[in-house]
Nanobody
Framework: QVQLVESGGGLVQPGGSLRLSCAVS????????MGWYRQAPGKERELVAI???????SYADSVKGRFTISKDNTKKMVFLQMNSLKPEDTAIYYC???????????WGQGTQVTVSS
């Protein structure tokens, strides 16, 4: 059974930082594409950042230069370091794992990030 458990969300002031973590189990972590997505109220879920099995990174334009995705293959964890947070970053952040062909896609339960003064 595949499980993804996110943590690290919370309330932060504009300009602040948060680090999200995602613990993954039940999948072949080293061959999966790992990603962070987010969904704000009234909006569709959108891609934030992904990291390929080979370490290739990709980011949404809105977070480039502020967010960094990384992973630890030994611990089967994925991280999202978020700096210079803005109110428009407020959303539920979800961790995702899938194969390179898009199959075997699984989601975590999400963690709330709120950026507000």
């Amino acid at each position: 059974q595949v499980q993804l458990v996110e943590s690290g969300g919370g309330l932060v002031q504009p300009g602040g930082s948060l680090r999200l973590s995602c613990a993954v189990s039940g999948t072949i972590f080293t061959i999966d594409v790992m990603g962070w997505y987010r969904q704000a109220p009234g909006k569709e879920r959108e891609l934030v950042a992904i990291i390929s099995p080979y370490g290739i990174l990709s980011y949404a334009d809105s977070v480039k230069g502020r967010f960094t995705i990384s992973k630890d293959n030994t611990k089967k964890m994925v991280f999202l370091q978020m700096n210079s947070l803005k109110p428009e970053d407020t959303a539920i952040y979800y961790c995702n794992t899938k194969r390179m062909d898009g199959t075997h896609s699984y989601w975590g339960q999400g963690t709330q990030v709120t950026v507000s003064s």
